[in-house]
């Protein structure tokens, strides 16, 4: 079954840490790249990070980059996402979604959920 | 920074109706410009890619136009499940060093 599954969400303190986790599975993840989604409650869609399928581009939005870092490893199929400096801005359902080769988001997890609070 | 706008914020149709859906960009995209729908409480569904080609099951009443700045999602003949926010999103060159969202349209049933 082709899958994205994210877990490693949780409530963290304002300036705290957390690393969430996307286990792909039904398809050659290797092949592709990987991205994170962001979505505050009520609000839209954010694009936070992407990594090519090899690793070797790396992208943020502004507002994550030298504080979120993503990393992937390919032999367990999973993508994750450090997360650090934490703000109550950050609180949102975080999604890893496969890139298409068209640039588009083509398969989606159902999200994990981000909360900073003190 | 690419920054899409979408029109109008919400659209209120009944069934059988014919929904409308626009998408702009602050500068050209070509035709690099994707279309989602989410369902409360679901994750997004790629809809249309490339501007005007169907993502894998997507029913043939979803229809996407336009390239440069100016794009539009039509949904010939609205059916229940149809309801829901809709979303455009565009990337940069290949391999992209971004991707945007805009704000989403709510199709909701009048």
């Known amino acids: 079954q082709v899958q994205l599954v994210e877990s490693g969400g949780g409530l963290v303190k304002p300036g705290g840490s957390l690393r969430l986790s996307c286990a792909a599975s039904?398809?050659?993840?290797?092949?592709?790249?990987m991205s994170w989604i962001r979505q505050a409650p009520g609000k839209g869609l954010e694009w936070v990070s992407y990594?090519?399928?090899?690793?070797?581009?790396?992208y943020y939005v502004d507002s994550v980059r030298g504080r979120f870092t993503i990393s992937r490893d390919n032999a367990k199929n999973s993508l994750y996402l450090q997360m650090s400096s934490l703000r109550a801005e950050d609180t949102a359902l975080y999604y890893c979604?496969?890139?298409?080769?068209?640039?588009?988001?083509?398969?989606w997890g159902h999200g994990t959920i981000v909360t900073v609070s003190s | 920074e690419i920054v899409l706008t979408q029109s109008p914020a919400t659209l209120s149709l009944s069934p059988g109706e014919r929904a409308t859906l626009s998408c702009r960009a602050s500068?050209?995209?070509?035709?690099?410009l994707a279309w989602y729908q989410q369902k409360p409480g679901q994750a997004p569904r790629l809809l249309i890619y490339?501007?005007?080609d169907r993502a894998t099951g997507i029913p043939a009443r979803f229809s996407g136009s336009g390239s440069g700045t100016v794009f539009t999602l039509t949904i010939s003949s609205l059916e229940p499940e149809d309801f829901g926010v809709y979303y455009c999103?565009?990337?940069?060159?290949?391999?992209?060093?971004?991707?945007?969202f805009g704000p989403g349209t709510k199709v909701e049933v009048k």
């Open positions: 490339d501007a005007s």
């Open positions: 039904g398809f050659t993840f290797s092949d592709y790249f």
């Open positions: 500068q050209s995209v070509r035709t690099n």
């Open positions: 999103q565009q990337r940069t060159n290949w391999p992209p060093n971004s991707f945007t």
């Open positions: 990594m090519s399928n090899s690793g070797g581009a790396i």
């Open positions: 979604a496969r890139v298409s080769g068209n640039g588009a988001f083509d398969l």
